[in-house]
T-cell receptor, first 111, second 115 residues
Framework: GQNIDQPTEMTATEGAIVQINCTYQTSGFNGLFWYQQHAGEAPTFLSYNVLDGLEEKGRFSSFLSRSKGYSYLLLKELQMKDSASYLCAVRDNTNAGKSTFGDGTTLTVKP | DADVTQTPRNRITKTGKRIMLECSQTKGHDRMYWYRQDPGLGLRLIYYSFDVKDINKGEISDGYSVSRQAQAKFSLSLESAIPNQTALYFC??????????????FGPGTRLTVL
């Protein structure tokens, strides 16, 4: 099985930088995803990492270290609209190639 | 038009009733999923299907059943609804082709309340 850990809640200030961590344990790692979910809405895809290193997409970046079972999502120049839950999901080849979701981190951006 | 649609968007029903939630997609994806989400919690997988002839139980399949009528359609049924099935239900699709590595695309959700 898989064990995925994320902080439950985080608070940050508009314009600042925030890093949301995700640690996982899996035997057949085959990719890590980050999704954004605004309250009451569907999750939407943010990023995908399968190799070690940093992937940058505008204000959002995602980092992966497979040896450490660790990823983070970095949000720069925070905006109020970034207030949402951020879900880490890990794809596992020993789990029928499915992704398992963490419980998510609720980020609140304050003025 | 939305690529993944769910009907109904909201439903209130009574204990013991049979309920069907429907999901349709125009993305041409082979893989489809049903999740439930309870307040403050993550997504829990109910059932998934990797093609029309493939149905698999997820982590919380008890009390639910599914039907994959076509590549584009995947329905979730609650045979006899109970109050602890009150939740937000999401359908999702994915595809191994392309660079996304099985990225999932979600429908807008169905808010189900069982009284």
């Amino acid at each position: 099985g898989q064990n995925i850990d994320q902080p439950t809640e985080m608070t940050a200030t508009e314009g600042a930088i925030v890093q949301i961590n995700c640690t996982y344990q899996t035997s057949g790692f085959n990719g890590l995803f980050w999704y954004q979910q605004h309250a009451g809405e569907a999750p939407t895809f943010l990023s995908y990492n399968v190799l070690d290193g940093l992937e940058e997409k505008g204000r959002f970046s995602s980092f992966l270290s497979r040896s450490k079972g660790y990823s983070y999502l970095l949000l720069k120049e925070l905006q109020m609209k970034d207030s949402a839950s951020y879900l880490c999901a890990v794809r596992d080849n020993t789990n029928a190639g499915k992704s398992t979701f963490g419980d998510g981190t609720t980020l609140t951006v304050k003025p | 038009d939305a690529d993944v649609t769910q009907t109904p968007r909201n439903r209130i029903t009574k204990t013991g009733k049979r309920i069907m939630l429907e999901c349709s997609q125009t993305k041409g994806h082979d893989r489809m999923y049903w999740y439930r989400q309870d307040p403050g919690l993550g997504l829990r997988l109910i059932y998934y299907s990797f093609d029309v002839k493939d149905i698999n139980k997820g982590e919380i399949s008890d009390g639910y059943s599914v039907s994959r009528q076509a590549q584009a359609k995947f329905s979730l049924s609650l045979e006899s609804a109970i109050p602890n099935q009150t939740a937000l239900y999401f359908c999702a699709t994915s595809d191994l082709r392309g660079q996304g590595g099985d990225t999932q695309y979600f429908g807008p959700g169905t808010r189900l309340t069982v009284l």
